[in-house]
């Protein structure tokens, strides 16, 4: 009785000690692995090009992991070597800054990467090659190669060197880990990162057999389609080609009421908003709806910048004004009974790919997605052609329709078989007097990518309004676009 009263609280000093352990060993995982810090961004365009859309949770990589990938595997890298690092896959990086335009890094646990809208939506352009390289945010990206990047690190995890001594050395040129960051690096971040990104690559491989994006294009809906977790159609029993030019997001009050997107799938901004953080990885428990409200109102009366050149000629731009409301403001001016509509393919006449593969099931199981959240969807519809947008910006949003398909505004005014049939898109040198960027010659071969319009998805048919005008008045026309 004496020995067992004595072994009694013995035994429930241990337990009490081994849960206090617990516990400690518990809340040392949590603060090393979920702990999550705000990111301190100062004001909205801060946060435009860096903050988190809530990608950081379910695809979001460990960013010392990032960060020396590019070293360690150089010769998964596109390109000669010219550009080094993640430049060769055209990300734009900013002095100083931590991450590219369009990558956030945040700490869930330790220092994680994820990508935001402005890895696509962020123009940049220079006037001559050897002239600054502008960036404007919200304008549609045209070197970024967002299929090369799922390919670098699909490949990286798939080589052999892709272990925990290989990259902890390469880290620890760069910054000092603790030893038990060091141990859990070793043990759990990298094996977890390496089995994640072979996932992910296994996830893209219905893109092997379907044309290249190339850079300034991606499927936008293919990949949301195929996600087991997400719309989870089969790409087995679906081989639609959905290839198709970023989009600028400026000045989205001028689309108040249209269809968006370039097929008119969904025609309220925040479910386009919202969908598109979730196409790049956010999930709803992880998708900050109140800063992606702030994003949206950012974005509704952000402005194009002005053509970059000697300002246009004002005569020629006033003739050129007075043709466009004669032949294109019907549906693409500001009143035009058209604008922000849909119309047919079988009236504009362009590629059918990109139409083809948003399809009416894939909008109803959007539709259902999110259904128990406080914010919903419930505008996605198919449709049966292609929105005509207003032209706000329209220099920078070369090359031009939906799939990217004419390098200038010039060729687009030409009739389809005297516009480029092989170009090279991804160069961001624009071209002094075409209304585009530089597509040909030397140096747009050497740093572009070769669009061969024959390929499914890359035609270039369609859209001959103007086509038939004399040169002077095609000119003119040009001149008037200048201004927009
Ligand atoms: C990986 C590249 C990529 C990322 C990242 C991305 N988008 Fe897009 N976005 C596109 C492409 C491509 C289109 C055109 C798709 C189509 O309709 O074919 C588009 C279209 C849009 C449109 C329609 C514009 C219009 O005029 O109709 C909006 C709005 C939009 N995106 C907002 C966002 C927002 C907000 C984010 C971040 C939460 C985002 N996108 C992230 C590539 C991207
Ligand atoms: C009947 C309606 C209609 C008329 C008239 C029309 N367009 Fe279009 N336009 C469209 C549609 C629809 C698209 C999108 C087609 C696509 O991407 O496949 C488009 C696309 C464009 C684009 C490419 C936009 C981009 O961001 O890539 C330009 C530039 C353009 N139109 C200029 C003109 C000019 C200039 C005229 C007059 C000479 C004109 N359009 C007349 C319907 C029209």
């Known amino acids: 009785m004496a020995r067992k009263d004595h072994a009694h609280p013995k035994s429930r000093r241990w337990l009490a000690l081994l849960l206090v352990l617990g516990a400690a060993v518990a809340a040392i995982g949590w603060y090393e692995l979920f702990r999550e810090e705000p990111q301190n961004l100062d004001g909205v365009e801060a946060y435009y090009r860096y903050g988190s859309i809530g990608t950081e949770q379910e695809e979001g990589l460990p960013y010392w992991v990032w960060r020396v990938l590019p070293e360690v595997f150089p010769q998964h890298l596109p390109g000669d070597g010219e550009d080094a690092g993640y430049a060769a896959l055209g990300v734009v990086w900013e002095e100083g800054e931590p991450t590219p335009v369009g990558f956030s890094r945040k700490t869930i646990g330790f220092p994680r990467i994820g990508i935001n809208c402005a890895a696509c939506h962020t123009a940049t352009y220079r006037t001559a090659p050897e002239a600054e390289r502008r960036i404007v945010p919200a304008g549609p990206h045209q070197t970024f190669d967002p299929q090369a990047y799922l390919r670098f690190l699909g490949d990286a995890a798939a080589d052999p060197d892709f272990t925990a001594d290989t990259l902890l050395a390469a880290i620890e040129e760069e910054t000092e880990l603790s030893w038990l960051d060091r141990l859990l690096y070793r043990f759990l971040i990298i094996p977890r990162t390496r089995d994640g990104l072979l996932e992910q690559a296994e996830r893209f491989t219905w893109t092997d057999d379907r044309p290249r994006w190339g850079p300034g294009r991606i499927d936008p809906f293919n990949p949301v389609k195929f996600h087991p977790d997400l719309l989870a159609l089969d ?24 269809a968006l997107h370039w097929d008119g799938l969904n025609d309220s901004l925040t479910e386009v908003v919202l969908s598109g953080a979730i196409g790049d990885g956010a999930r709803p428990d992880s998708l900050p709806v109140e800063s992606l409200g702030e994003l949206e109102t950012y974005l509704r009366d952000l402005a194009p910048p002005p053509y970059p050149f000697d300002s246009p000629d004002r005569q020629m731009a006033a003739r050129g004004e007075a043709l466009f409301e004669e032949h294109c403001a019907s549906c693409h001016g500001p009143e035009g009974g058209c604008t922000g509509t849909v119309i047919p393919q079988s009236e504009v006449g362009t590629d059918r790919h990109r139409l083809e593969m948003w399809t009416a099931e894939s909008a109803e199981r959007y539709n259902a997605y999110a259904e128990d959240y406080p914010w919903d969807f419930d505008a996605f519809v198919k449709t049966d052609g292609y929105v005509a947008k207003p032209l706000t910006g329209i220099w920078l949003r070369a090359p031009y329709l939906h799939n990217g398909s004419v390098p200038t505004v010039e060729d687009l005014l030409r009739p389809a078989e005297e516009r480029p049939a092989v170009f090279y898109r991804g160069y961001d040198v624009y071209h002094p007097e075409r209304l585009g960027f530089i597509h040909a010659g030397e140096e747009a071969e050497r740093h572009g990518f070769r669009y061969d319009t024959a390929e499914p998805g890359n035609g270039n048919q369609g859209h001959e309004y103007g086509t038939e005008l004399p040169t002077e008045d095609r000119d003119a026309l040009v001149e008037y676009l200048k201004t927009l």
Do not use: K, R, V
């Open 235 to 258: 790409p087995a029993e679906d081989d639609t080609i959905g290839n198709s030019d970023i989009m600028p997001l400026w000045a989205m009050d001028e689309q108040e009421g249209y």
